[in-house]
């Protein structure tokens, strides 16, 4: 699971144009700066789909018609 502290980590290596970082005996690096945005981009989806999970609703929705007449 990604925490939103790993992605304002990321987002601030790319701001500076660091591409690898080592922090607890773990180190992570990235090819560019597009395999970067990549990890950032995927973070940030993941993050709003576990956001939109927990207020989600009972996942019922009711389709509008429209009768098509004017």
């Not at 576990?50 to 098509?68: F, T, V, W």
Request: net charge positive; no cysteine.
């Amino acid at each position: 699971m990604s925490t939103a502290a790993q992605l304002a980590r990321l987002k601030d290596m790319y701001a500076k144009g660091v591409l690898s970082l080592e922090q607890g005996g773990e180190k992570v690096s990235f090819a560019d700066g597009r395999e970067l945005r990549t990890r950032i981009a995927d973070l940030e989806r993941q993050l709003q789909a576990e956001q939109g999970m927990a207020g989600a609703q009972s996942g019922i929705s009711y389709p509008a018609y429209d009768r098509g007449t004017r």
